[in-house]
């Protein structure tokens, strides 16, 4: 089962942990979401729940949206920024309209955290990889940051799929997995989580039961 919520991320900060020693963490206005929709395999194919979070103003909702929820009667499911699915094992116990929030979570939990990296555009192999470029002296000058041969002549004669080569760096879904959650307060709506989250302020961050916790 798949247990997780929708959030925001605040910003990292540093708190002091066991000994004294100073933790990084990462603040996430978490919830409160609401439930949109419940899914079953009799009438999907499969078990999930729909999350809604962040809401809008109905004018600035799609007019497919409008169209979708009048036929559906359910004028809620056009009120919110951001929707999301959680997929669970069996069929859980939410009713459309229930309120999800932190709560879900306590201190000592241990989650997956996903988001979408910063997307810094065009990038060539050396910010991209880490390469470490040509060599700085022998006579060349222009050979820097280049990532030197890509392929070979008669054989393959052509570059292989998936070479490490320039091209757009980051705005990726990225999954941060085992962090333990230090603090959840719902009447805040704020979760602490040591370490880094992905993506950049204010971005959209779904937390949820991690799925490979380490022993």
């Known amino acids: 089962m798949t247990e997780g919520i929708l959030g925001k991320k605040l910003g990292m900060t540093q708190v002091y942990g066991k000994g004294g020693n100073t933790e990084a963490i990462t603040a996430i206005e978490a ?8 899914k079953t395999i009799e009438k999907d194919g499969y ?6 979070f962040g809401e809008v103003k109905k004018q600035k909702t799609a007019k497919k949206g409008k169209a ?7 004028k809620e499911t056009i009120k919110y920024k951001y929707m ?8 859980p116990k939410m009713e459309v309209g229930q309120k999800i929030d932190v709560s879900l979570f306590k201190a000592g939990d241990i989650v997956d955290a996903i988001g979408i990296s910063k997307g810094k555009g065009f990038a060539g ?18 050979r820097w940051r280049a990532p030197g041969s890509v392929g070979s002549n008669t054989s393959p004669g052509r570059v292989y799929k998936g070479l490490r080569m320039a091209g757009h760096l980051g705005s990726a879904r990225i999954t941060v997995s085992n962090l333990e959650v230090l603090e959840a307060d ?18 959209l961050v779904i937390i949820q039961r991690a799925k490979r916790e380490k022993k």
Do not use: W
């Open 31 to 38: 919830g409160p979401c609401t439930v949109t929709q419940v």
């Open 47 to 52: 078990i999930a729940a729909k999350l809604g």
């Open 68 to 74: 979708k929820a009048a036929k559906a009667k359910e």
């Open 84 to 91: 999301r699915e959680f997929r669970f094992e069996e069929t």
């Open 125 to 142: 192999g050396v910010k991209r990889y880490h390469f470490n470029g040509g060599p700085k002296t022998h006579g060349q000058s222009d």
């Open 186 to 203: 719902p009447a805040r709506n704020l979760l602490l989580v040591k370490g880094a989250v992905p993506g950049m302020t204010n971005g």
